[in-house]
């Protein structure tokens, strides 16, 4: 793991278009079972635009700049050898169906524990305005030779 890649920022990843169905389905997959999630109108009737997302659905987003992260050859980072750490999120609204979010990630923290690597990188979301959505903080180790 690359101790220089501390402080690194990646470019925006390209807007992600937040659908409908693609809310209904993650929602199913972690067993929401909010009306939020699934029926446009009782959303609505909340104060919603549409079906709100799972607050773990920031993950879909973050994803790509992850594998801005991951796919870097400079970064020394063995795919194979990575374990998911930590996962957070800071939300300043929810994500709703119909939301273009952007991504930017940063590298905040790149650590050695007994022959292991940590990375934190927190990837910033924001909406089509350039308004904050949610920022999601992921912790990935990768681990030493055995």
Do not use: C, W
């Not at 999630?37 to 799972?54: I, K, L, T």
């Amino acid at each position: 793991m690359n101790p220089e890649l501390q402080g690194r920022e990646f470019p925006p990843t390209e807007p992600y278009l937040v659908g409908r169905e693609k809310v209904r389905e993650f929602a199913a997959a972690v067993f929401s079972t909010s009306p939020l999630n699934f029926d446009y109108h009782a959303a609505v009737a909340a104060g919603y635009a549409d079906v709100v997302a799972p607050p773990t659905f920031a993950v879909v987003v973050q994803e790509r700049t992850l594998t801005q992260l991951l796919s870097l050859p400079e970064a020394g980072i063995d795919f194979s050898r990575v374990v998911h750490g930590d996962q957070r999120f800071s939300y300043t609204r929810p994500i709703v169906a119909g939301d273009e979010l952007t991504a930017r990630l940063t590298v905040s923290s790149v650590k050695s524990l007994g022959g292991h690597s940590m990375v934190t990188a927190d990837s910033v979301i924001t909406d089509s305005t350039g308004a904050h959505v949610v920022t999601a903080i992921s912790t990935l180790v990768v681990r030493g030779d055995e």
